[in-house]
């Protein structure tokens, strides 16, 4: 277990927005977060990673309560995607330095200088490195963001709407990294996706968020018609194909 | 090294070495983009010292041309003995003071530019586009009229409080900066919106202005005069040395802060993500460009769109990494300024020209060029 929610609540008035939300998240664990518009599954992210600090209820980085860590500490435990990123004119190179800065003082070191040059190969970004953000496209700009996360050397990426913007091979190519590197590192990969096929074929686990609650979770098997239905409510059909279950509406 | 592996594994069970599908058969990707880095960060090094360079022609350019030409070699000669008597009274009474004031003024106003676009995500943000430099000329205008700051001997206009007129200007400056910072967090305004936020805040300030000048007798109806457009002619060694300490020490705190403003150019989220305190570093990113700006509004009055000419240009040049901007937009801005003043005094040579006249020649299509830009976008 690498991280785990307790019992969180958040609201940004009043009445809560997510509510008591518990679920643990293991190593080589891709959780995909699903639910309709306006659910919280952004507020469930960054109440992850106390860019909103939970009303209620503990979120554990490891065996560590986040709340007894500092913002910097946390910054070196779990990297977080948002869903729009600011393209501003640096490069490659410097955007996904900036995943260091939780890790150095005053200035990047030569070991900072190492794991940038090696993300930005891993994630097959080396003929770009040098070349100014504002001149690639979205799917670029998108693994430039999660390189930027992964060299904060995460045991947890927080990924929001990763592959909302992008045609259909950025999207597969998005994830699928994703994927891949979740299952080659001891880390784990929490997202949230609309595109619920997407999500069936890249992820491992799932939690159905309802009315700021989970309605279910677990693998493949909640992934139901009367789930999604309840979930969603709309009528979709459950049909398997080549192995991974395709979620049609009706 | 202890720990050469990409992740690490925060429990204590065994890691996994780097080995990712990625990773197969290629190993020399990696110096190459390092090296190609460096290369990149060479190039930029080599900016900054073309820039270093300019700029020592451009002052020695402005110390021998004037209503008395000073052959450049006597300007060295003069310069390097400390020599006060004949030709170098000219250049160190007359002509350094202003030359240095344009440097301080113009590496201001691009330092405080440079920040605000960065903590207010906003390319078009700038003391003067915001309105800070009226704010802080209308409390500049106050302490004169108000606080006795201003006085008049037979031949010039003198400023005989620096200090209250300066500490007027910024405190009305932090005003204007609150104001844009609490719009800023109530709404989620656009950058456009709140240029004209700005924009409306300056109409204040202007009224502000008018009424001081309504309300201020014929001496100190001079000196508001007189700041309505900048002009670098008041410089004195004294005025330039409290500019100075103020530009250097808001500056060094900028400087620790690069990464931070490189970590914020990507979004507030992302900064946040990265354990950044995003509120802390706006306020003081703001407070800290009030202050410049408002000292050098109150010396040498408002000189427009600096703020955006210096770290725009710099921008295009050699990126927006903060590490390096911070120290090339400042040099941009003090050449850009110098520039200009030298060209005010003498294209209607013996006329002087405010220089504020052509920095706005100069920024205002570049102001425009910008909103372009960002509506194609």
């Not at chain 2, 202005?209 to 309300?215: A, D, E, R, S, V």
């Not at chain 2, 040099?331 to 013996?350: E, H, K, Y």
């Amino acid at each position: 277990m690498i991280l785990s929610a307790d019992q969180v609540e958040f609201g940004y008035r009043s009445d809560p927005t997510i509510e008591d939300v518990s679920f643990t998240v293991n190593r080589h664990d891709v959780l995909t977060i699903l639910g309709p518009n306006g659910v919280g599954k952004t507020t469930l992210l960054k109440c992850i990673n106390r860019i909103l600090a939970p009303r209620s209820g503990s979120v554990y980085i490891g065996d560590t309560d986040s709340k007894r860590m500092t913002p910097q500490e946390i910054a070196r435990r779990i990297g977080y995607v948002p869903q729009r990123g600011e393209i501003s004119r640096m490069t490659v190179y410097d955007l996904v330095l900036i995943g260091r800065r939780p890790h150095f003082e005053w200035t990047a070191g030569t070991r900072d200088h190492e794991l940038t040059a090696q993300v930005i190969e891993l994630m097959g970004l080396s003929s770009l490195a040098i070349r100014y953000a504002d001149e690639l496209s979205g799917g670029e700009f998108q693994l430039i963001q999660i390189a930027r996360a992964l060299v904060q050397q995460p045991s947890v990426i927080l990924l929001d709407e990763p592959t909302s913007s992008l045609d259909i091979k950025n999207q597969h190519r998005v994830l699928s990294t994703i994927r891949d590197i979740v299952s080659a590192h001891p880390m784990a990969a929490v997202m949230t996706v609309h595109d619920i096929n997407l999500a069936l074929r890249y992820s491992t686990t799932f939690i159905l968020l309802k009315e700021g609650r989970i309605f279910a979770a677990g693998g493949r098997e909640v992934i139901t018609s009367e789930n999604m239905h309840a979930v969603y409510a709309i009528e979709m059909d459950v049909e398997e194909f080549n192995g991974v279950p395709l979620v049609i509406p009706r | 090294m202890a720990d050469q592996r990409l992740f690490q594994n925060h429990a204590a069970e065994a890691e996994e070495p780097l080995r990712s599908p990625f990773l197969r058969g290629s190993t020399g990707c990696t110096e190459k983009t390092l090296s190609q880095y460096q290369g990149y960060i060479h190039f930029k090094r080599l900016f900054i010292m073309f820039l270093l360079v300019l700029l020592l022609v451009l002052i020695l350019t402005a110390a021998s041309a004037g209503a008395i030409s000073i052959p450049f070699h006597q300007v060295l000669s003069v310069l390097a003995r400390f020599d006060a008597a004949g030709t170098g009274r000219i250049v160190w009474y007359v002509r350094m003071p202003r030359i240095i004031a344009a440097l301080l003024v113009g590496s201001g106003l691009s330092v405080s530019g440079t920040v605000m676009q960065s903590v207010l995500r906003n390319p078009l943000a700038s003391p003067y586009t915001l309105g800070i430099s009226s704010a802080a000329a209308f409390g500049a205008s106050f302490a004169i009229v108000f606080l006795q700051a201003g006085s008049s001997t037979s031949s010039s206009i003198i400023i005989s409080s620096p200090h209250i007129v300066t500490l007027s200007a910024f405190s009305f400056s932090v005003l204007a900066t609150a104001a844009i910072l609490v719009i800023t967090r109530l709404t989620r305004i656009s950058a456009e919106t709140l240029v004209l936020a700005g924009i409306a805040i300056g109409a204040i300030c202007s009224a502000g202005l008018t009424l001081m000048q309504y309300l201020a007798d014929s001496v100190q109806l001079a000196h508001i005069v007189s700041w309505s457009f900048g002009n670098l002619g008041r410089a004195s060694w004294q005025m330039n040395l409290i500019a100075f300490s103020v530009l250097i020490t808001v500056y060094l705190l900028c400087y620790l802060y690069r990464w931070d403003f490189n970590a914020m150019d990507g979004g507030e989220e992302i900064a946040k993500g990265l354990g950044i305190s995003t509120e802390r570093l706006r306020i003081t990113g703001l407070v800290g460009a009030s202050l410049i700006s408002a000292v050098m509004v109150s010396f040498f009055g408002i000189i427009a769109f600096i703020g955006l000419l210096g770290p725009h240009i710099t921008r295009r040049v050699i990126g927006g990494d903060h590490r390096f901007l911070l120290v090339a937009s400042p040099l941009v801005g003090a050449a850009v300024l110098l520039a200009a003043d030298t060209a005010a005094r003498l294209i209607l040579a013996p006329m002087v020209l405010p220089v504020g006249i052509l920095t706005s020649l100069l920024g205002g299509p570049l102001f425009i060029y910008l909103l372009l830009g960002r509506v194609r976008r």
